[in-house]
């Protein structure tokens, strides 16, 4: 297994889990409304947020600066995951306005509590398709 293909697969595993842990803690705690009223909740959110990107950071991105653990495969396999990472991206922004805009289309607002879940939701939804497309990548490539 090649090293950015093992960070890949450790990233995509803990992102998963991270984001069930979220999704169960989301659940348990009530949904969205308890980020208004757990404080708790909403530092482990915040916390999150910081979380996301540093774990990718140590994973994939101190990989990519190690030129002597890339080759060409690996540079055509990184080019393929952006392009899925983006489109991951696009899609869950479009799916989150659709959704936000018909749910609270007859309040013609929408709770301040979905920034941050939309914004946590992106950084989950990008990095688990980064690390996706690599581990695609290697697969289609055998």
């Known amino acids: ?18 984001t069930i842990a ?8 009530g949904g969205i409304a308890a980020f208004d009223t757990s404080e708790i909740l909403r530092w482990m959110i915040y916390a999150a947020l910081i979380g996301v990107p540093l ?5 994939i991105d101190l ?5 002597t653990e890339l080759d060409e495969r ?6 393929k995951a952006n392009r899925i990472q983006w489109l991951a991206v696009i899609f869950s922004i479009v799916i989150w306005v659709i959704a936000l805009t018909e749910t ?7 709770p301040v509590d979905f920034l941050t ?10 990095t688990l398709a980064q690390s996706l497309g690599i581990l695609i990548g290697y697969w289609k490539t055998r």
């Open 1 to 18: 297994m090649a090293p950015l293909q093992k960070r890949a697969l450790y990233s995509f595993l803990i992102g998963l889990i991270f």
């Open 104 to 110: 609270y289309h007859v309040e013609r607002q929408v």
């Open 117 to 126: 879940l939309i914004m946590i939701s992106i950084l989950i939804i990008s």
């Open 22 to 29: 979220l999704a169960v803690i989301l659940i348990i705690e």
């Open 63 to 67: 990989s990519l600066r190690k030129p």
């Open 55 to 59: 774990a990718y950071l140590l994973l």
């Open 74 to 79: 690996d540079r055509f396999i990184i080019l």
